[in-house]
């Protein structure tokens, strides 16, 4: 029996593990950590002759060698061991690698992109299952994509969320359409430039049949269509906007689609009025999602209801409750400098904003322009509050606090919005969130908690 090793014990990791056992392998799953959630899963898994070794980390040594290696997407791609067992020539693949390789005969919509993956793919999964096909959210959002694989009912389309981890680890994905939303600098702790990050997410894009790129994002724009000729483009900003002559805009308030004929008018697929969500980033979302339903050949119908059905995405610029005429918005998603200068673009003025946790690399500078501009009040947390002190501090805004906690700040929030007649209350953190919380979703559920504290 050929034997696999699977690293981290996540949802992705437990369902390639299982996958394997499916077809055959003897499969040990291994993780660094240990704690009592890992133990009770560990047991979990012996009842299905799943091996699982906690507080362990992989080790090439011997002549008992793995044929074949999956990778969870939190794992970095170049750590000692994973390169080793490429030089010794075990298969080493991502769990989405994976799961394509048992999916492939399935058309895929891919998306990628810094910034937007979430909302995009959310609603393109909410658009095809309005027109009636069985089309899960996978990948970085939903079922982990190996969880698709085992399901009983086969899929008719995969809307998967792609990370640039996960690309690294999936040579053969070949989506039938492939979405690249934003791009900007993020994860380069990781990527170490601003090339290799772009050439990963180029590797997916290049692989897919059919491209829908963001045409209002400065760099895809910039590299448009020296690269990209052959892609479909969108803007907010109208049919002029456009780069090449095929694509997705906004005019008069309508999402329109170019028809490449002279005798053929462009069409109007849907009114932007009927997307309940806010901001211009969110018509850019829209667009993008429209586009991939109408190359999937779905009717204007199918995707008006469901715009005009789809409530948004927890964590991203989601509404959470109103207290004396102050909302408090729940943007726990903004993990970095552009989505969190998103958020504030989105919202009324002033805002009484949260911000800090665990600080990324990146360029702070419009970020802090947009909160000279909106905040009244910033509320720091988490290990970056101190530094994000000092740079607010150099560039000359004092009205901040430390306070450490959302413990702390929920309760100071709703003061100094009274006190500043303030009508929104933004978390908004600029930062991932391991410093204090597990992930971006606990940290934001932590917010919601405590907002609805306050109401009673």
């Known amino acids: 029996m050929p034997k696999a090793h699977v690293i981290g014990l996540g949802k992705s990791g437990v369902a390639a593990a299982r996958l394997l056992k499916r077809e055959g392998w003897e499969v040990l799953l291994s993780d660094r950590n240990t704690s009592e959630s890992l133990l009770q899963q560990q047991l979990e898994l012996a009842a299905e002759q799943i091996t699982v070794k906690l507080g362990y980390s992989l080790e090439l040594e011997g002549s008992d060698l793995p044929q074949l290696i999956v990778v969870s997407p939190g794992v970095p791609w170049d750590i000692p061991v994973l390169v080793k067992a490429r030089e010794l020539g075990i298969e080493t693949i991502g769990e989405m690698e994976l799961a394509w390789r048992h999916l492939q005969s399935i058309p895929w919509v891919a998306v990628t992109g810094t910034n937007g993956k979430t909302t995009t793919t959310s609603l393109i999964a909410a658009i095809f299952q309005a027109a009636g096909f069985n089309a899960p959210a996978c990948g970085n959002i939903g079922y982990a994509a190996c969880e698709v694989a085992l399901s009983v009912s086969s899929p008719d389309w995969v809307i998967a969320e792609i990370s640039s981890y996960q690309i690294e680890s999936s040579c053969t994905i070949a989506p039938r359409i492939g979405i690249w939303t934003t791009f900007t600098p993020d994860h380069l702790s990781r990527h170490k430039t601003l090339e290799n990050y772009y050439n990963i997410k180029a590797k997916l894009l290049q692989k897919s049949q059919l491209q829908v790129f963001n045409g209002d994002d400065p760099y895809l724009r910039n590299v448009g269509l020296n690269q990209w000729s ?145 905040a009244a009040a910033v509320l720091l947390i988490g290990n970056a509050a101190s530094a994000f002190a000092q740079r607010l501090q150099d560039e000359g805004y004092s009205n901040y606090e430390i306070v450490e906690t959302m413990e702390r700040a929920i309760p100071k929030s709703a003061e100094l919005a009274k006190q500043y007649q303030a009508s929104v209350v933004l978390l908004s953190p600029a930062c991932a969130s391991f410093d204090q919380y597990a992930n971006f979703e606990e940290r934001g559920s932590r917010f919601r908690q405590l907002c609805q504290e306050l109401l009673k």
């Open 230 to 374: 052959d892609a479909y483009w969108t803007s907010v900003k109208g049919k002029d906007y456009l780069l090449g002559n095929k694509g997705f805009y906004i005019e008069d308030g309508w999402v329109v689609q170019t028809r490449n004929t002279k005798s053929v008018q462009d069409e109007r697929i849907v009114s932007v009025s009927a997307l309940r969500m806010v901001g211009e980033h969110n018509q850019q979302n829209l667009l993008m999602s429209v586009a991939a339903a109408r190359l999937a050949g779905i009717d204007r119908d199918a995707i008006t209801s469901a715009i005009r059905e789809f409530p948004g995405v927890p964590h991203r610029l989601e509404h959470i409750c109103t207290w004396e005429e102050i909302d408090f918005i729940n943007d726990s998603k903004a993990t970095n400098y552009d989505a969190a200068e998103v958020g504030l673009v989105s919202v009324k003025s002033p805002v009484i904003l949260i911000a800090g946790g665990e600080a990324k690399a990146g360029d702070d500078k419009g970020w802090i322009a947009k909160i000279k501009a909106k």
